[in-house]
Nanobody, 118 residues
Framework: QVQLVESGGGLVQAGGSLSLSCAASGNVFSIDYVGWYRQTPGRQRVLVAS???????IYADSVKGRFTISRGNAGNTVYLQMNDLKPEDTALYSC????????????WGQGTQVTVSP
């Protein structure tokens, strides 16, 4: 089992920045990928960015050049730095974990709301 706790969401004006944190605990040695997803009402959750245990990163086209995913020194916290935020970035952001040996995102945090005003 892996437990995830997100923090750092809030309200920001367009063009502003926010940094989200995802702290993992429990069986952290089982983690292959950590990903940030976002979801708006009535829509499916979509991948924003992910980072592998080897620090390989993937970004959605909509956030490339604006968002950066990174890992803290201790390795158990993953950050999402979001710059030049746009109203369309408004969503519930959740971090998820894909353990070794599966292609499924198994563990999820409770999410943190990001709201970008025009």
């Amino acid at each position: 089992q892996v437990q995830l706790v997100e923090s750092g969401g809030g309200l920001v004006q367009a063009g502003g920045s926010l940094s989200l944190s995802c702290a993992a605990s429990g069986n952290v040695f089982s983690i292959d990928y950590v990903g940030w997803y976002r979801q708006t009402p009535g829509r499916q959750r979509v991948l924003v960015a992910s980072i592998s245990h080897r620090d390989a990163t993937i970004y959605a086209d909509s956030v490339k050049g604006r968002f950066t995913i990174s890992r803290g020194n201790a390795g158990n916290t993953v950050y999402l730095q979001m710059n030049d935020l746009k109203p369309e970035d408004t969503a519930l952001y959740s971090c998820g974990v894909r353990p070794y040996g599966t292609s499924q995102w198994i563990y999820w945090g409770q999410g943190t709301q990001v709201t970008v005003s025009p």
